[in-house]
Nanobody, 121 residues
Framework: QVQLVESGGGSVQAGGSLRLSCAASGLSFRDYVMAWFRQAPGKEREFVTYIWWNPYYTDSVKGRFTISRDNAKNTVYLQMNSLKPEDTAVYYC?????????????????WGQGTQVTVSS
């Protein structure tokens, strides 16, 4: 049974930083694309970033967010710097088997429960 467990969310002021973690179990971690999505109230879930061998970011977070993975720990991280109020959302970790330029929720097989990130101005 695949499980993805996010942690590290919280509340920060604009300009601050947070680091999210997603611990995966029940899968061959190194064979999976790992991604972060987010969903703000009243909005659709949107792609933030994924990592296979190399990372890919949506334009709005380039230069501020960094995704990384530790295959030995089955964990993916999201370092978020220079946070803005518009980054406020529930952040979800997602996984899909095998590489694909996967930037839509439907491309992913497994999801975590989400962690809240709130950025105040």
């Amino acid at each position: 049974q695949v499980q993805l467990v996010e942690s590290g969310g919280g509340s920060v002021q604009a300009g601050g930083s947070l680091r999210l973690s997603c611990a995966a179990s029940g899968l061959s971690f190194r064979d999976y694309v790992m991604a972060w999505f987010r969903q703000a109230p009243g909005k659709e879930r949107e792609f933030v970033t994924y990592i296979w061998w190399n990372p890919y970011y949506t334009d709005s977070v380039k230069g501020r967010f960094t995704i990384s993975r530790d295959n030995a720990k089955n964990t993916v991280y999201l370092q978020m710097n220079s946070l803005k109020p518009e980054d406020t959302a529930v952040y979800y970790c997602a996984a899909r088997s095998g590489f694909y330029h996967a930037i839509e929720p439907k491309h992913y097989d497994h999801w975590g429960q989400g962690t809240q990130v709130t950025v105040s101005s």
